[in-house]
C-alpha cells in the first residue's frame, strides 16, 4: 500500500485548499482513513477521519465545521477540503490507513484520538502554511 498526499501550498488566512490522498494497491473493506497534521514543536494531531464500509465522518474540533473529509472509492482517492483557513493551521499533513483487523469496527471517536503508531500506512505529507 502506498499513500501519497498532495494539495498543499501556501495561502493567506480565510482562503482554502483541498488536500488529495491517493491510495494504491489498496484491496482493503474495513478501514479508517484519517488526516494528521504536525506543526513545528507540536505533536501530531488526528483532525478528521473517515470510516469503510458505512462512510461515516468525525474531525477534531480545532477543525470542525472548517474542513470536510471525503473519497472517491472508485479511485482510491481521499480529499481534506480545509476552508476559512487560519495562520494555526500551517503543519505538515498527512494521510494514514488503520485497518480492522478484529472482529468489529472502531467508533470514529475512537479512532481518531488513537496514538499515530497505531496506523498501519502512512503518507509522506504535504505542506500547508497559512499566512495571516
Known amino acids: 500500500v502506498q499513500l501519497v498526499e498532495s494539495g498543499g501550498g501556501l495561502v493567506q488566512a480565510g482562503g482554502s485548499l483541498r488536500l488529495s490522498c491517493a491510495a494504491s494497491?489498496?484491496?482493503?473493506?474495513?478501514?479508517?482513513i484519517a488526516w494528521f497534521r504536525q506543526a513545528p514543536g507540536k505533536e501530531r494531531e488526528g483532525i478528521a477521519v473517515?470510516?469503510?464500509?458505512?462512510?461515516?465522518?468525525a474531525y477534531a474540533d480545532s477543525v470542525k465545521g472548517r474542513f470536510t473529509i471525503s473519497s472517491d472509492r472508485a479511485e482510491n482517492i481521499v480529499f481534506l477540503q480545509m476552508n476559512n483557513l487560519k495562520p494555526e493551521d500551517t503543519a505538515l499533513y498527512h494521510c494514514?490507513?488503520?485497518?480492522?483487523?478484529?472482529?468489529?469496527?472502531?467508533?470514529?471517536?475512537?479512532?481518531?484520538?488513537?496514538?499515530?503508531?497505531?496506523?498501519?500506512?502512512w503518507g509522506q505529507g504535504t505542506q500547508v502554511t497559512v499566512s495571516a
Open positions: 494497491e489498496f484491496r482493503f473493506d474495513r478501514y479508517a
Open positions: 473517515i470510516r469503510r464500509p458505512d462512510g461515516s465522518t
Open positions: 494514514a490507513v488503520l485497518l480492522f483487523l478484529g472482529g468489529g469496527i472502531p467508533d470514529l471517536a475512537q479512532i481518531i484520538s488513537r496514538h499515530p503508531a497505531e496506523f498501519d500506512y
